[in-house]
């Protein structure tokens, strides 16, 4: 058995789930476990289940047929323990003080995080704070810095793609304008990757704010061509250019108020500015549900022995990260309070525009 600077270590996965999550706690607990004889503590529902102490060992054998299973076996939660500064009625103390205390009471040398922007802040505070984390880079918005890729977003696409690949044949049979929503949160990864990959005649992503008449004369333009229908897919995030003048407050209070998501305002103004029936499809939850595709059972497995071996080397406040093709450390430092958003000379953003896809400018 390998030497190790860790003995036992604590696992958690925290925010969104995401396709991928079990193949990397099974990465992360059995080379930590057949290499280097530690103790795996599957912490549950994230931060949360540190807060409550919540939690319970992970054996090899528990880690069996976890592989392609989507979610995650230990839960998940969306807890901001830095945000919650309220003491605890019954134990006086803050959620930190608790998460604090309780690493303590299960004896944790390091903790592994797996989860987004907001878990990996979190996760950089608690470095701060003196505990020995390692995170991974989990989300299926691929909008984490530093990383060229996060596990989770490849089954995503792979779902966003296949269901406006189906969407197109409905879109044909009916001449009507299709507009599929895709998640993505803030920045439009997923909306440019699948509307890429699907045949998307306009998409639609937040660092692109959109004018409704561009994309009106772009659909009349194909019917004019003889195509009587239009698939338009639109990141949840996507902005028009007048919501891209409000300031951070009166836009989130705007889409407040919004009846309905973002694609069913773009589908009614389209149908008001073209006369041309429109419909949409909200893919929601089905780009964060089901079993990895293969891409991602790689990745997050590769994450997560190289997070075993950051255990066994002593080497905290790092977030695995994929740069060039290779596993990389990068301080949580680095990315702290950071969205990855798409660049105006992006590569795929300008070979979609070479294809004569429409972005709303
Ligand atoms: O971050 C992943 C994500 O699916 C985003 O794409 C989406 O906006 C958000 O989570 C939805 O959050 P919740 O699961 O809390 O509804």
Redesign the pocket.
């Known amino acids: 058995m390998k030497g190790s600077a860790v003995k036992t270590f604590g696992i958690l996965t925290s ?2 789930d995401a396709p991928g999550l079990n193949a990397a706690i099974r990465a992360v607990c059995r080379t930590a476990i057949l290499q280097y004889g530690m103790k795996a503590i599957g912490i549950h529902n994230g931060y949360r289940g540190l807060v409550k102490l919540d939690a319970a060992e992970l054996t090899a054998a528990d880690l069996r047929g976890v592989l392609a299973q989507g979610g995650t076996i230990l839960g998940t939660s ?1 807890e901001k323990p830095f945000k919650n500064t309220e003491a605890d009625e019954e134990t006086g103390l803050t959620q930190v003080e608790a998460i604090k205390e309780n690493y303590r009471k299960l004896g944790l040398d390091a903790l592994v995080v797996l989860g ?1 922007n907001g878990t990996n802040t979190t996760a950089g505070q608690l470095s701060r704070e003196g505990l020995n984390v390692i995170a991974l880079p989990k ?3 691929n909008d984490i810095v530093k990383t060229d890729m996060t596990f989770g977003f490849h089954t995503a696409l792979t779902v966003a793609t296949e269901a406006i690949d189906r969407i197109h044949t409905t879109a044909h049979s009916h001449s009507r304008i299709m507009v599929i929503e895709t ?3 803030k920045a439009g990864w997923l909306g440019l990757y699948s509307g890429v990959a699907g045949g998307g005649d306009v998409i639609l992503v937040p660092e692109i704010p959109y004018d409704i008449n561009s994309i009106a004369r772009k659909v009349l333009k194909r019917r004019d061509e003889g195509c009587k229908f239009s698939i338009v897919v639109v990141a ?1 995030g996507a902005k028009s250019i007048e919501e891209a003048k409000l300031d951070r407050k009166a836009f989130k209070k705007a889409r407040k108020e919004m009846q309905n998501s973002i694609g069913y305002r773009v589908a009614h103004e389209l149908e008001e500015a073209t006369g041309l029936e429109s419909r949409v499809t909200v893919l929601g939850y089905l ?2 549900g089901g079993t990895p595709v293969p891409y991602d059972r790689i990745l997050a497995t590769q994450f997560g022995v190289e997070a075993a071996h950051y255990l066994a080397e002593g080497k905290f406040g790092y977030l695995t990260a994929l740069q060039n093709n290779r596993i990389v450390g990068v301080p949580l430092f680095d990315i702290a309070g950071q969205t990855k958003v798409i660049p105006q000379d992006n590569q795929m953003l300008l070979s979609g525009r070479e294809l004569g896809i429409c972005f709303g400018d």
Do not use: A, F, N, S
């Open positions: 925010g969104g969306r987004g989300t299926i918005d998640m993505g949160h949840e780009q964060r």
